[in-house]
């Protein structure tokens, strides 16, 4: 059962005094957050706040220097990323990390890996119980790729156009059927039709699908437009939280930015 | 310097050799005079040459196996396992104890020589191969576990002398298994001429034969594997990029064994076969045989498996056509110099590194 927040909306996700401490550098200091079910939360700052790093913690590729994390329930904490990815949180980067002489299609069907069944013994031997697998999960590979949008199947995936690129590394992250989705500034690169797209299928995801979102971004015109809270990070420590009008207008906020001298 | 260096391999072997002067035009007019002194040869005496190429073929096919243990592990994690060819050494020793039906000094069956009967030939050369697998393979994938897993975030040149180590610990087991001398295969296999009722020119033995049937479902196996299968799949993910893998729900250690216990399990199979093919084994047969093959794997481009299979049969012809027309003394030399050649002049191989465990054929 996932815990009950005060406001009594049930949280996907939880991390409690999270600290992440580089040799001398305090990278994130004691951050409490939640995500509720269902929900975009975006999370800003100037660069160099601390984002990339609370990803990289949320999914299990770093560990927390301190804090905890706990997940549908589950203290996921000590669990590295294929099983926090098994329980479901996927993610895309920031810099595009796609599995380039892989084809569009192999991509998607790498990132079902968790989800499907058959071992090494039963690929060897193909039973029929493998094959239909294989064969479901080639249909619903296929679907993804339609959902995001995206038409080159047998293309290798460092041939695509920038902008296929994202879509398919969102296609390969939906493969693993997450509950929660870690997306990493998603629209870094894109023109503004582009980028309009990709906001409208980020809300669809929430919608249509009930996966809640983490969402990394710098332009503010996507935060402002689908989150449904915003929390700003600013030298590792959390400054700000609420929606998204609430955040814009405090005075935090704005001197964070400013101080920076650069806007994002 | 990556970027230069890349540049000026990327382009087509001619493009490389005309950017650089001298030494390349005398590389090539070497080249050009060996292909020339081989063309001649094959046109004067076109059964002795074609034997011979059969001959490289079936040594090309045993260094293969072994090669693709190199390319696999280097595609996965860039290390040169040092060890692989005294796992192949191992393989050797395995078949050999098998098939003496004598192990830990207690007699399990009686040994399966010459004189056994033809079913029995069959089955001990299969029971030999599938042991000498397993336990290659099984050997792989401890080697991981104790001697580079624990190094995996360290410098690559820690883990790169701690293969070198684990080769010399191979080789002393072997060495304290069954001593220096050499160890006679019991002659399983033929050596008739397949061919003498239709040519006396061209040889063309059983156990050439064997070695390629045994080696061919072996390829196809690996690349179905590698290419279809949903570990495969995992593992091409992982050795592009293992963060994004393990984002995937794949067990990143886990791929990195498998790529381990395929790469020993070849290597048995390639041991077994060699002491067949050759009749005997010894303790450091691992050495040169895993040179060659390491030679082969950067031939065709470390990474590559299509790579590996082309250079280790390039490899096996090189030599034996230098065993028939140049002289056998001289075969190590010709061959390391074919190493160093594409060092300097294509270092990534004639296929290109990496490509193959990670997907598609080139780039």
């Known amino acids: 059962m996932p815990p009950e927040a005060v406001d009594g909306t049930p949280k996907i996700l939880e991390a409690r005094g999270i600290t992440k401490v580089f040799g001398g550098l305090v990278a994130v200091n004691s951050v409490n957050f939640a995500i509720p079910e269902r929900a975009i939360i975006s999370l800003i700052g100037p660069n160099g706040a601390g984002k990339t790093t609370f990803f990289n913690m949320v999914s299990g590729l770093y560990k927390p220097t301190s804090g905890s994390f706990v997940f549908g329930g589950t203290d996921v904490t000590r669990l590295g990323a294929h099983q926090r990815a098994r329980l479901g949180i996927g993610r895309t980067f920031q810099n595009i990390r796609l599995f380039g002489t892989m084809s569009a299609l192999d991509n998607v069907l790498a990132g079902m890996h968790t989800r499907l069944k058959s071992g090494v013994l039963g690929s060897i031997l193909r039973t029929p119980g493998v094959r239909r697998e294989e064969e479901e999960a ?36 939906l493969a693993s059927e997450p509950k929660l989705l870690l997306l990493d500034e998603p629209t870094a690169g894109m023109n503004p039709q582009e980028t309009a797209r990709l906001t409208q299928l980020i809300g669809r995801l929430r919608d249509e699908r009930g996966i809640s979102i983490l969402l990394i971004e710098h332009e503010m015109r996507v935060v402002m437009s689908i989150s449904d809270r915003v929390t700003v990070l600013d030298h590792g420590e959390k400054i700000s939280e609420g929606s998204p009008v609430e955040v814009r207008e405090d005075p935090r906020v704005i001197e964070a930015y400013l101080g920076t001298a650069r806007t994002g | 310097m990556a970027t230069t260096q890349e540049a000026k391999t990327g382009g087509s072997t001619l493009e490389g050799l005309r950017a650089s002067s001298w030494s390349s035009r005398i590389a090539v007019a070497i080249i050009a ?25 079936t040594n090309g096919a045993i260094i293969a196996l072994i090669a693709l243990g190199y390319t696999l592990v280097y595609g996965i994690i860039e290390l040169i396992n040092f060890a ?40 001990g050369v299969l029971f030999a191969l599938v042991v000498a697998m397993v336990v290659c393979g099984l050997v792989n994938v401890g080697i991981e576990r104790v001697a580079y897993k624990p190094l995996r975030n360290s410098p690559r040149l820690a883990v790169l002398i701690t293969a070198i180590g684990m080769s010399f610990i191979l080789q002393n087991v072997g060495l304290a298994w069954k001593d220096a001398s050499q160890i006679p295969f019991p002659s399983l296999v ?53 963060e994004a893998a393990a984002m995937m729900g794949i067990n990143v250690n886990r791929t990195i064994s498998v790529a381990f216990l395929l790469g020993g399990i070849l290597a048995g199979a390639s041991g077994v076969m060699f002491g067949l093919f050759n009749g005997t084994t010894v303790f450091d047969v691992g050495l040169r045989q895993g040179l060659f093959a390491f ?44 190493l160093i050649l594409v060092l300097v002049f294509r270092p990534r191989g004639l296929l290109g590194d990496r490509s193959a465990v990670q997907g598609g054929g080139g780039e």
């Open chain 1, 138 to 173: 080639r249909e619903r590979a296929l679907e993804l790729l339609r959902f995001v949008g995206l038409r080159s199947r047998e293309t290798f995936a460092k041939n695509l156009p920038y902008g296929d690129q994202r879509r398919l590394e969102i296609a390969r992250a």
């Open chain 2, 33 to 57: 005079a060996l292909t020339v002194l081989l063309l001649v040869q094959a046109v004067r005496e076109p059964g002795q040459f074609t034997s011979q190429l059969l001959i490289g073929l």
């Open chain 2, 84 to 123: 692989h060819g005294d796992n192949f050494m191992i393989g050797s020793f395995v078949g050999v104890t098998v098939l003496s039906g004598t192990f830990l000094g207690l007699g399990f069956f009686a040994p399966i020589d010459a004189s056994s009967g033809a079913a029995l030939k069959v089955f």
């Open chain 2, 190 to 242: 033929s050596n008739a001429n397949i061919l003498a009722g239709v040519t006396d020119e061209v040889t063309f033995r059983w156990k050439d034969l064997f070695v390629l049937a045994v080696t061919v479902p072996l390829l196809v196996a690996l690349s179905y594997f590698i290419r279809s299968t949903k570990q495969g799949k995992a593992m091409r993910a992982v050795a592009q990029d293992k």
């Open chain 2, 295 to 338: 030679t082969a794997a950067v031939l065709g481009g470390i990474g590559n498996l299509t790579g590996a299979v082309v250079g280790g049969i390039l490899i096996g012809i090189i030599g034996s056509m230098t065993d028939q027309y140049i002289g056998v003394r001289w075969t190590d030399i010709v061959i390391f110099t074919v």
